[in-house]
């Protein structure tokens, strides 16, 4: 025999009601929020899973966001590509009826004057800019691309492409550098010989001194005087006793900073000295929890500069190029140049009355006509593109192109204009492999939304599935549990009837 006392009876009753209430609690507010789960503990799976797919929501969501805020810059390229090639066959019409036997030195000039309009009007394309942002300048948006210059565009973006994030490890660009489509950018890499004064373009680097801290707490002064190069630097860095060890960073246009530190108290920081500017201008102010990669220092091309240098460290392969200069023509072989003051010789030495030489940004070649009567026209040979890839013509030096008929026009040599035809049609060429380019991308960022956008859906249904009541069963188990709990009270009630001798226990 057991015997039940009061307080057991008591202590029973009361956790019964407690029990009933709690549940009777939570059945109201899974009608109430219309959630099934409140709290991890209402579910700790299906909470774990409700997370996952509440991060993968957010995640698509972001990249929606990404693709409809930056399709408008690749919808704008599409346009300014399109003017550009309404402008290219326009000069082209232009040039072929001012060689037509009724085309006179007046008729002519009055062409010229058209494409001095069709130049204008492809360099306000080849500067469109969308929200403050240059599209054609690469990742220097803020940088306008393109200015003319006396026979050739010039162009100051950079040769990076500026990508966003449209999937997960997927960066799609979203426009075309100018050095790719419009005009040209050698981009020498660095090495050791590298002046400094060639480096940001030509501006140089400040005299001066920077303190580098590494990551141990230790610091050092280096200077940097004028006439020094990359490899002074370098080797002035590694010899200044700190736990960091300087090098030509792996993309070949910057200075890269390693911190081997025992012991980590900071980060390894450079700093400017007296208020200079050294440290900013080699591309290293600033601090890291880690190694420093310094930033793009743009080298301009020099007559030292080797073609085995160009396009970031890949090199050029140099070919024929065709140079005509009124009455005067010449094929010139590039292929045994090894610097580019090799390639300014020959063509200097090419008997054709012209003067080759580097342009005002330091990054592709210009030429020019001695003869002020006539334009010195470059094409390229057969399927080469040497004459592309040096900035002298054809192919994507669009505006160049452009540029070279309005001086022939301009001067009535009929064998420059014969020669602008074929730089006009390889420029068209450019314009539609690009246009073709940035519609693959375009196609390639709606197909990649309409995935997100079906995924928000799928995995939104999931979500309910997961944390989302039926409100069915719930009104079921509501109307239960009120039926119980009264129940209870009315059993617990007619149970538990106190006398007397509770009170008198």
Same mark, same amino acid.
């Given at each position: ?229 990359? @490899? #002074?630097?370098?080797?002035?860095? *590694?010899? =200044?006793?700190?736990? %960091? !060890? /300087?090098?030509?960073? $792996? &993309? +070949? ?87 580019? @003051? #090799?390639?300014?010789?020959?063509? *200097?030495? =090419?008997?054709?009355? %012209? !003067? /080759?030489?580097?342009? $005002? &940004? +330091? ?143």
């Amino acid at each position: 025999m057991i015997r039940v006392t009061s307080q057991i009876m008591q202590r029973t009753a009361i956790s019964r009601i407690f029990k009933i209430t709690e549940q009777l609690f939570r059945a109201q507010v899974e009608i109430s929020s219309g959630k099934r789960i409140q709290r991890p503990s209402d579910d700790p799976s299906g909470m774990r899973d409700s997370l996952v797919i509440r991060t993968s929501l957010s995640q698509a969501s972001q990249f929606i966001r990404n693709i409809n805020n930056n399709g408008l810059f690749m919808q704008s390229a599409d346009s300014a590509l399109d003017t550009l090639g309404q402008s290219l066959t326009r000069a082209r019409e232009l040039a072929l009826g001012a060689l037509n036997g009724t085309a006179t030195a007046e008729t002519r000039g009055f062409a010229a004057i058209e494409v001095e309009q069709l130049v204008q009007q492809a360099l306000e394309a080849a500067n469109t800019r969308v929200k403050n942002h240059f599209i054609f300048s690469g990742t220097a948006v803020r940088e306008r691309p393109f200015e003319e210059g006396p026979s050739a565009a010039v162009y100051h973006g950079n040769t990076e492409n500026f990508r966003i994030e449209i999937d997960s490890d997927t960066r799609l660009a979203i426009g075309l550098p100018g050095s790719d489509v419009l005009g040209v950018d050698l981009n020498p890499a660095l090495d050791a010989a590298t002046l400094l004064d060639d480096l940001n373009g030509g501006a140089g680097v400040s005299a001066g001194s920077f303190q580098i801290t590494d990551r141990s707490g230790a610091s050092a002064s280096v200077a940097v005087a004028p006439g020094m190069t990359v @490899g #002074d630097v370098v080797a002035a860095i *590694n010899g =200044a006793g700190l736990n %960091v !060890t /300087a090098s030509i960073n $792996s &993309a +070949g246009n910057g200075i890269a900073l390693v911190d081997s530190s025992p012991l980590i108290l900071g980060p390894l920081s450079v700093s400017e000295v007296a208020g200079g500017s050294t440290a900013a201008d080699l591309g290293l102010l600033g601090q890291r929890d880690g190694d420093l990669q310094g930033a793009d220092l743009n080298p301009v091309v020099t007559t030292q500069t080797l073609i085995a240098s160009l396009e970031g460290g890949q090199g050029l392969t140099l070919g024929d190029i065709q140079v005509t200069n009124g009455a005067a023509s010449a094929t010139i072989d590039l292929s045994g140049a090894v610097t580019m @003051g #090799d390639v300014l010789a020959l063509i *200097n030495g =090419a008997g054709v009355n %012209v !003067t /080759a030489g580097i342009n $005002s &940004a +330091g990054n592709a070649l210009t030429i020019d006509s001695n003869d002020p009567a006539s334009a010195a026209i470059v094409t390229d040979v057969g399927l080469g593109n040497t004459a592309e890839n040096l900035g002298l013509g054809g192919g994507r030096n669009v505006i160049t192109a452009l540029i070279k008929l309005k001086l022939a026009l301009e001067r009535n040599d009929t064998p420059g204009i014969i020669a602008s035809l074929d730089n006009l049609d390889g420029a068209l060429g450019s314009v539609n492999q690009s246009r073709a380019i940035i519609g693959a991308n375009l196609r390639l960022a709606e197909n990649i939304e309409f995935t997100h956008e079906q995924d928000i859906v799928d995995q939104t249904a999931q979500l309910a599935k997961i944390e989302d009541s039926d409100l069915v069963q719930s009104a079921s188990d509501l109307a239960r549990l009120e039926q119980a709990l009264q129940a209870t009270l009315g059993t617990t009630a007619r149970i538990l009837q106190p006398t007397l001798l509770d009170f008198l226990r």
